[in-house]
């Protein structure tokens, strides 16, 4: 399958600090989603992106298809985007299983 | 809004239970997902359904088994619930065509004792 890979694994943030989160992917895809893991453990979606690019608010996401990597963009961090980011891959061609990265675990402090 | 409802938040069950996990969707999507979720170890793909009916053994099968009866619930069973199935569990679903946009429930964290 799809081997996912997220950097960095943790990452710790003053509140107002911008950060980029990165997913780099080993083949072609067909879906890549961003989530966000609330801390109830829900999977919040933030971005389905396989490819260019897309902002939602202070977040934003790139996909370069070609390279196989993905990128999140923080803005103006605050304490509740604090968090598990996961990035998630789907192949296509009838191949829907979504294969997910490690994910990035974000502490924004005041 | 696409919703997809898992039908506990919370579970405790006794070793050797059959313990069930139900998940709705109500976007009409052909796809459906049981991940499970532990430290370390990240989200696992435990079965995966395309079609009512229809069943695919993800990564960790072992020890439970899906049933897909409506296309729009997607049962997880344990057989025989041991603990080292104490995990959280995540349903998701999406579309099989154009838009593949996944979607998920908001978790069971189950506690096999």
């Known amino acids: 399958g799809i081997q996912v890979e997220q950097s960095p694994p943790d990452l710790i943030l003053q509140e107002g600090a911008n950060s980029t989160l990165r997913c780099n992917f080993s083949?072609?895809?067909?879906?890549l989603q961003w989530f966000h893991q609330n801390p109830w453990g829900q999977l919040i979606n933030l971005f389905y992106i396989p490819s260019g690019t897309k902002q939602n608010g202070r977040l934003s996401a790139t996909t370069v298809a070609t390279e196989r990597y993905s990128l999140l963009y923080i803005s103006s961090s605050q304490t509740t985007d604090s968090g598990v980011y996961f990035c998630a891959v789907d192949p296509g061609s009838n191949d829907y299983k979504l294969s997910f990265g490690a994910g990035t675990t974000v502490t924004v402090r005041a | 809004d696409v919703k997809v409802t898992q039908s506990s938040r919370y579970l405790v069950k006794r070793t050797g239970e059959k313990v069930f996990l139900e998940c709705v969707q109500d976007?009409?999507?052909?796809?459906m997902f049981w991940y499970r979720q532990d430290p370390g170890l990240g989200l696992r793909l435990i079965y995966f359904s395309y079609d009512v009916k229809m069943k695919e053994k993800g990564d960790i099968p072992e020890g439970y088994s899906v049933s897909r009866e409506k296309k729009e619930r997607f049962s997880l069973i344990l057989e025989s619930a041991s603990t080292n199935q104490t995990s959280m569990y995540l349903c998701?679903?999406?579309?099989?065509?154009?838009?593949?946009?996944?979607?998920f429930g908001q978790g069971t964290r189950l506690t096999v004792v």
């Open positions: 083949d072609s895809v067909n879906n």
């Open positions: 998701a679903s999406s579309a099989a065509w154009e838009n593949t946009e996944a979607f």
């Open positions: 976007m009409d999507h052909e796809n």
